[in-house]
């Protein structure tokens, strides 16, 4: 539950239809709108450098990017990257590291909101 949404309304609409977030095509204005360029099927450019990212790290990008300033809590955010998977322990600090590490210099920053989620916010 996000609010008053459930997790099913901070979901794309459109990840049923493509099954992957790379291949969506509302994926690459979301990213633009961040400074990050897609260069490949699999690899993300920010000014500084070429990440190789996983689907987990753009589903996370885009949950987060189509809810801005709102903070989504870590179960939703394991719900929406991991459906129907069990996740282990560090999963989510690892996928918040890799979608920082790929973010960092952009217009964008990830906040952690202790204790309830995450957030983006947008850098002026």
């Known amino acids: 539950m996000v609010g008053d949404k459930l997790v099913s309304d901070i979901m794309c609409d459109l990840y049923d239809e493509y ?23 699999n690899k993300l450019v920010n000014d500084s450098s070429r990440l190789l990212v996983s689907d987990n790290v753009i589903r996370l990008l885009c949950i987060l990017l189509k809810n801005e300033a709102k903070v989504i809590s870590k179960s939703d955010i394991i719900y929406y990257v991991w459906p129907d998977q069990v996740v282990g322990v ?29 957030a983006i916010k947008m850098i002026s």
């Open 19 to 41: 099954l992957s977030c790379r291949l969506c095509p509302k994926f690459n204005g979301l990213v633009e709108t961040v400074g990050i360029h897609k260069e490949s099927a």
């Open 90 to 118: 560090n999963s989510l600090p690892v996928l918040i590291h890799q979608a920082r590490t790929l973010i960092k210099g952009s217009h964008c920053e990830l906040i952690t909101i202790r204790c309830k989620g995450y």
